[in-house]
């Protein structure tokens, strides 16, 4: 019961990382880098802090915060550096080789990655037959997602399809895919190296579905520090750092607003993974990485239908695309055999 109910936690997370990218459309008059650093100030500075606080026992936070060994603290922000890294070259993998065959890439790797290494380089780590199958029936989904979506490209025109990857490089892309899969899987590496501040949230009396919640408070400090750098270079480089003043009163209280929910939707993925991940124990713990990105396809892909990015793909391409979401699903039931 256990595992299932670890599922359905990370289910939920997964259901506001496929949609956290909705709110995004109300903004106006932002580029891109404004937005989205702001979103970054809600789910990766105030959210972090704001849950953990609302989670620990009252009183609690600064002392385990103090009490936690530095060690840990510097590892889980210099992962989540590493993960920022893999956030933004994710978006020049699609850019260099379309959304399927990009993500697939990607998200492939990372689902691997983010599972299989943290395990094996732990202290008297290894890796079970449940984990090893269902991190290949996960990354089975991911490619049959992208065959669907090379179906659907496949279906377009040339003038289509040049529209679609105007830069299409096989080789930069390639490289630059593994390099965001790698990367991107840095965070489950955070979760790992951040054990030691779960020990002393659990030692305060954290109930353990919470227990990595300070954890995450560094983790993703590491995230915003590669983001800002990025997206501060971004507003200087493109003269769009006046986005934040140029608006009126009630634009910029709306875009403040909708980046802030964008970035609410997007913290849940952690902070219920973090709760489904902390049900999950012994060998098949490490899988919960491989559930959560297989949940985020298949709910962004379901997204997808309902959004009409699938329209005018052949009833083939959509049976493919189904059973590559079914795929997905189905990996994450493989923690019942554990």
Same mark, same amino acid.
């Given at each position: 019961?256990?595992?299932?109910?670890?599922?359905?936690?990370?289910?939920?997370?997964?259901? &506001?990382?496929? +949609?956290?990218?909705?709110?995004?459309?109300?903004?106006?008059?932002?580029?891109?880098?404004?937005? #989205?650093? +702001?979103?970054?100030?809600?789910?990766?500075?105030?959210?972090?802090?704001?849950?953990?606080?609302?989670?620990?026992?009252?009183?609690?936070?600064?002392?385990?915060?103090?009490?936690?060994?530095?060690?840990?603290?510097?590892?889980? @922000?210099?992962?989540?550096?590493?993960? &920022?890294?893999? &956030?933004?070259?994710?978006?020049? /993998?699609?850019?260099?080789?379309?959304?399927?065959?990009?993500?697939?890439?990607?998200?492939?790797?990372?689902?691997?990655?983010?599972?299989?290494?943290?395990?094996?380089? +732990?202290?008297?780590?290894?890796?079970?037959?449940? $984990?090893?199958?269902? $991190?290949? $029936?996960?990354?089975?989904? @991911?490619?049959? @997602?992208?065959?669907?979506?090379?179906?659907?490209?496949?279906?377009?025109?040339?003038?289509?399809?040049?529209?679609?990857?105007?830069?299409?490089?096989?080789?930069?892309?390639?490289?630059?895919?593994?390099?965001?899969?790698?990367?991107?899987?840095?965070?489950?590496? &955070?979760?790992?190296?951040?054990?030691?501040?779960?020990?002393?949230?659990?030692?305060?009396?954290?109930?353990?579905?919470?227990?990595?919640?300070?954890?995450?408070?560094?983790?993703?400090?590491?995230?915003?520090?590669?983001?800002?750098?990025?997206?501060?270079?971004?507003?200087?480089?493109?003269?769009?750092?006046?986005?934040?003043? +140029?608006?009126?009163?009630?634009?910029?209280?709306?875009?403040?607003?909708?980046?802030?929910?964008?970035?609410?939707?997007?913290?849940?993925?952690?902070?219920?993974?973090?709760?489904?991940?902390?049900?999950?124990?012994?060998?098949?713990?490490?899988?919960?990485?491989?559930?959560?990105?297989?949940?985020?396809? /298949?709910?962004?892909?379901? #997204?997808?239908?309902?959004?009409?990015?699938?329209?005018?793909?052949?009833?083939?391409?959509?049976?493919?695309?189904? @059973?590559?979401?079914?795929?997905?699903?189905? /990996?994450?039931?493989?923690?019942?055999?554990?």
């Amino acid at each position: 019961m256990s595992s299932l109910s670890a599922i359905g936690l990370i289910a939920l997370g997964s259901i &506001g990382a496929a +949609s956290f990218y909705v709110p995004f459309k109300k903004v106006k008059e932002w580029a891109w880098e404004s937005y #989205w650093i +702001s979103q970054g100030v809600a789910a990766w500075l105030i959210l972090p802090w704001l849950f953990a606080f609302l989670t620990v026992p009252h009183g609690t936070l600064m002392s385990i915060i103090s009490e936690a060994p530095s060690s840990a603290k510097w590892l889980a @922000i210099f992962f989540g550096m590493l993960w &920022g890294v893999g &956030g933004l070259t994710f978006g020049l /993998s699609i850019r260099y080789l379309g959304v399927a065959m990009g993500q697939s890439i990607a998200l492939g790797f990372c689902a691997a990655f983010g599972t299989l290494i943290p395990p094996l380089v +732990s202290q008297g780590g290894s890796l079970s037959w449940v $984990v090893i199958a269902g $991190v290949s $029936v996960c990354i089975a989904g @991911i490619a049959i @997602i992208g065959y669907a979506g090379t179906l659907k490209s496949k279906g377009m025109s040339e003038e289509e399809r040049k529209a679609a990857v105007k830069e299409f490089a096989l080789k930069k892309g390639l490289l630059i895919a593994v390099l965001a899969g790698v990367m991107s899987a840095a965070f489950s590496y &955070g979760y790992e190296v951040g054990k030691p501040i779960d020990q002393v949230a659990l030692h305060y009396g954290t109930n353990p579905l919470y227990q990595s919640n300070p954890t995450l408070i560094f983790i993703l400090l590491g995230g915003f520090v590669t983001n800002f750098i990025y997206c501060f270079y971004l507003n200087i480089k493109n003269k769009t750092i006046k986005d934040y003043t +140029s608006v009126s009163a009630s634009v910029l209280f709306s875009n403040i607003f909708f980046t802030f929910l964008a970035g609410f939707l997007w913290f849940l993925q952690f902070h219920f993974y973090g709760m489904g991940k902390s049900l999950l124990t012994g060998s098949i713990a490490p899988f919960a990485w491989s559930i959560l990105m297989a949940l985020n396809i /298949s709910f962004s892909n379901i #997204w997808g239908i309902f959004l009409n990015e699938w329209k005018g793909a052949s009833k083939t391409t959509m049976i493919v695309l189904l @059973i590559g979401i079914i795929v997905l699903i189905a /990996s994450t039931f493989v923690v019942n055999l554990g």
